[in-house]
């Protein structure tokens, strides 16, 4: 994720800029940059950083002036968050200027042949690939920048939202959208571009969302033009009134940080498994795996650190990696490694997950597997961050930033990309049959529309958190896969409703919590179809002899459960392995709604912060 922002109309573009970046920061922020017509050239100013250390650096570079301008808050996925990868970005002729969100997933072969007519690149993004694409095609075909920008984005597969002017012709900026939200702000005679309507919403409260595949020349003093990418057909601008204030767009309309990202699992997911996995062709594609798959191969077992949510990740990744690529596990507290002298030696493979990248004791549960020998692989979603630089290779997840302390889409991106790994180790290995492989990738595609599906049960679940918001104690419940999710759920709650919750495997139930089950003790048990089902409802019944308050987290159709339960909420069907993904996400809603009802701080629980970098 990142947040793009233009302006071209009678104002001075920096201010609006400057101050739009600000309000885009959630979408990304590892380095951020601006480029301003002055009336004779682009004056561009970028780096690594946040908004305000561009703010210093630009004030030193460049005059602030001219009516025609944008700018970038970046979130890394192609190149490591420095000056030179931060955008915008320039064409080799330095007439052309780009901002640009989103993935370019064949970059790579198109630089190739860019190269090969004599093109060069200063920086490791797919964005100045695509820049000297548009060049390209417009010195070619002797084009106009608004045709050769379709045409280029023609060449191109990936996502994208974009804002590119040519310094020749200042008057105009043109720009294009799929997969990556863009937003046109029109004024009197002028236009606000923006990731969302946030940078705007002083200046206009009319706005166009662009459509994907669309793509529209915005011009000074002219009436707006929308055009279909592909085939070139004019589109009836339909404008909006925006009927949002400032704050509530920071938050994307959500109430919170915590739900807006509850929601944002859908494309986080996807974004996450994009452009690694090809189900067509039944190819999975890490680069960190492909590059030292010899040393998955060999060692004897894998060690996973963590802590936290991400704990809880690396618990389902066990039962993945066991199951499909038949390579023992064991998931260690990153906290109580360090401490505890394991025995651990260079055949041994090491996975850290931390979705900060920057958890102290993660970090040093590193450090020693390092000194002992061991390789370690990282799973973080912060590009850039200390773990991902401390670790010897790693995948990251493309969540885009989390703000909301308690962790929601970082999980379940985790858990994505560790299937992926257990998948393309067990496809190495030979542990999984070809068809079997190929389901996984077609059923782990299909899990982003089925997390929709799961997030329509809301109000449903929110009457339930009705009856139990007052409740002081809670138990969650599962068996296999789904162990791990009943721990995440019951962490989800304690963070931000502080009420007592406790996560155990189903069966464990009998040696000590059942003696708190009565009539007071509400117990949220999965029990999806697969797995370990009848056992589970065995449970159920057991659970309910003692009159505990059950709600059963059920597959779509269950008839046995909802028999028993007081409440049962469905999610789709999908393989076993992949049921954590649509099995959280009403734990999290549950949790969710209990701490807004109770009146709690939902994004910043008390005591608690996003990234641990103290022991
Ligand atoms: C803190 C956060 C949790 C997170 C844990 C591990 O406790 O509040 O949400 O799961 O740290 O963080 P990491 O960034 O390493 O995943």
């Known amino acids: 994720m990142c947040g793009i922002v233009g302006y071209i109309g009678h104002r001075e573009a920096y201010p609006i800029i400057l101050k739009g970046l600000k309000r885009l920061e959630y979408r990304g922020y590892d380095s ?3 480029a301003l017509y002055d009336g004779c050239d682009i004056k561009l100013s970028k780096t690594k950083g946040k908004v305000v250390d561009l703010e210093d650096k630009l004030l030193k570079e460049i005059p602030t002036v001219g009516s025609l301008g944008i700018g970038h808050t970046r979130w890394a996925t192609h190149g490591v968050p420095n000056d030179v990868n931060s955008h915008p970005h320039y064409s080799n002729s330095g007439n052309l200027v780009i901002i640009h969100n989103g993935i370019i997933e064949n970059y790579e072969s198109l630089k190739t042949e860019l190269k090969n007519r004599g093109y060069s690149f200063k920086s490791d993004t797919d964005t100045e690939v695509l820049i000297n694409l548009i ?19 023609n060449q191109v597969v990936g996502a994208y939202a974009i804002a590119v002017f040519d310094k020749n012709k200042p008057n105009e900026i043109v720009v294009a959208k799929l997969g990556s939200p863009l937003a046109i702000g029109i004024g009197d005679d002028e236009f606000f571009i923006a990731s969302d309507a946030s940078p705007f919403i002083e200046y206009t409260k009319n706005a166009i969302y662009l459509e994907d595949e669309e793509m529209a020349i915005v011009r000074r003093g002219k009436d707006l033009k929308i055009r279909k990418i592909k085939d070139d057909s004019l589109v009836d601008p339909y404008i909006q009134e925006l009927q949002i204030n400032l704050e509530q767009i920071e938050k994307g309309g959500y109430d919170h940080f915590m739900l807006k990202e509850i929601y944002e699992q859908p494309s986080a997911i996807k974004d996450t498994y ?58 260690e507290y990153a906290s109580e490694f360090r401490y505890r ?92 049959s070809s068809s079997d492989f190929r389901l996984y990738l077609m059923e782990l595609e299909m899990i982003p529309e089925k997390v929709i599906k799961a997030l329509e049960s809301e109000e449903h679940i929110k009457k339930i958190a009705e009856i139990y918001k007052t409740t002081r104690n809670f138990l969650y419940l599962g068996r296999g896969y789904n162990f791990p999710v009943a721990l995440e759920g019951a962490l989800k709650l304690k ?6 919750a406790e996560g155990y495997p189903a069966a464990e139930m009998k040696h000590g919590p059942i003696a708190l089950i009565d009539e007071n003790m509400p117990i949220a048990v999965i029990a999806t179809k697969k797995g370990h089902y009848e056992k589970v409802v065995s449970n159920i019944q057991e659970i309910k002899s003692r009159k505990g308050k059950i709600i059963g987290i059920v597959t779509e159709g269950d008839v046995s459960v909802r028999e028993l339960a007081d409440h049962v909420i469905e999610v789709p069907e999908t393989l076993e392995a992949l049921s954590p993904l649509l099995t959280t996400i009403p734990l999290q809603l549950l949790s969710y709604h209990i701490a807004v009802m109770l009146g709690k701080n939902v994004d910043q629980p008390r005591n608690l912060a996003k990234s641990v970098t103290v022991e």
């Open 32 to 34: 951020a940059g601006i």
């Open 135 to 153: 060049e390209d095609v417009m010195k070619n075909d002797n084009l106009k920048l608004g045709k050769a920008v379709q045409i280029a984005l």
């Open 274 to 331: 994009r452009g690694r996995m090809l189900v067509n062709e039944a190819i999975i594609k890490l680069a960190g795996v492909e590059d030292n798959m010899k040393k998955f191969l060999n060692a004897d077992r894998i060690i996973i650190v963590a802590c936290g949510t991400s704990w809880h990740a690396g618990l389902v990744a066990e039962y993945i990696f066991e199951d499909l690529a038949r390579i023992p596990v064991e998931v």
């Open 341 to 432: 002298n394991p025995v651990i030696n260079e055949k041994d493979l090491v996975i850290a997950i931390s979705q900060s990248g920057e958890t102290a004791d993660t970090l040093a549960a590193i450090k020693l597997a390092k000194s002992k020998g061991a390789f370690v692989f990282g799973v973080c979603n912060v590009v850039g961050s200390s773990i991902a630089r401390e670790t010897n290779a790693g995948a990251y997840t493309h969540a885009g930033p989390e703000i909301g302390v308690a962790s929601t889409k970082a999980f379940t991106t985790q858990i994505t990309i560790l299937t992926l790994i257990a998948l393309r180790l067990a496809r190495a290995k030979g542990t999984i």
């Open 495 to 500: 963070e931000i409703s502080y009420i007592h």
